[in-house]
Antibody, heavy 121, light 113 residues
């Protein structure tokens, strides 16, 4: 049973870089069958897709965040990471990692529990 | 970007009654080569991540009760809960994965009347 778990600082100062890691257990990112995404949810609001990475390292980012986002695969190959630069209070949100089948294309079938990140001095 | 619009924003339904949530996309999410609509529905309960309920607009995810059903094609979609149970209280989202950036509806909050 594949599980995802987000980790990282819960508090980031304005103008700094938000860094989160998603650890995949029960499966491997390098199996090649999935896209691995980051999605965020502002407090009390809807869902915003940030971007995804394929195990090869190819990425696609939401144009609304593209200039500030980097998603990468970790050295362990069972982790992928999110970096969001120059954060402001508007980046305060719950951040989720999620999996999408590359072949079946049926939405995000597995999600992490989410991690709350607050941007504040 | 494809804009997803849900209606209503909130809904109160009596236990055992039918709940219907609508979702409209600003352009078609029907992939002509395989005749599949790249539209998913999720359920989110407080403090939890979204849970995939329906994909390809009408295919139930494994383990999802059969009182949940999805319908529609092209730009207009519906999630129906045929006999509302107390555990169905949640916010429901539609999402298109036809094209990037993937986008979600604003959510519909379902409560018990």
């Amino acid at each position: 049973q594949v599980q995802l778990q987000e980790s990282g600082p819960g508090l980031v100062k304005p103008s700094q870089t938000l860094s989160l890691t998603c650890t995949v257990s029960g499966g491997s990112i390098s199996s090649g069958g999935y896209y691995w995404s980051w999605i965020r949810q502002h407090p009390g609001k809807g869902l915003e897709w940030i971007g995804y990475i394929f195990y090869s390292g190819s990425t696609y980012y939401n144009p609304s965040l593209k200039s500030r986002v980097t998603i990468s695969v970790g050295t362990s190959k069972n982790q992928f990471s999110l970096k969001l630069r120059s954060v402001t209070a508007a980046d305060t949100a719950v951040y989720y990692c999620a999996r999408e089948s590359r072949t079946l294309l049926r939405g995000f079938d597995i999600w992490g529990q989410g991690t709350m990140v607050t941007v504040s001095s | 970007d494809i804009v997803m619009t849900q209606a209503p924003d909130s809904l109160a339904v009596s236990l055992g009654e039918r709940a219907t949530i609508n979702c409209k996309s600003s352009q078609s999410v029907l992939y002509s080569s395989n005749n599949k609509n790249y539209l998913a529905w999720y359920q989110q309960k407080p403090g939890q991540p979204p849970k995939l309920l329906i994909y390809w607009a009408s295919t139930r995810e494994s383990g999802v009760p059969d009182r949940f059903s999805g319908s529609g094609s092209g730009t207009d979609f519906t999630l129906t809960i045929s006999r509302l149970q107390a555990e169905d209280v949640a916010v429901y989202y539609c999402q298109q994965y036809y094209s990037t950036p993937y986008t979600f509806g604003q959510g519909t909050k379902l409560e018990i009347k």
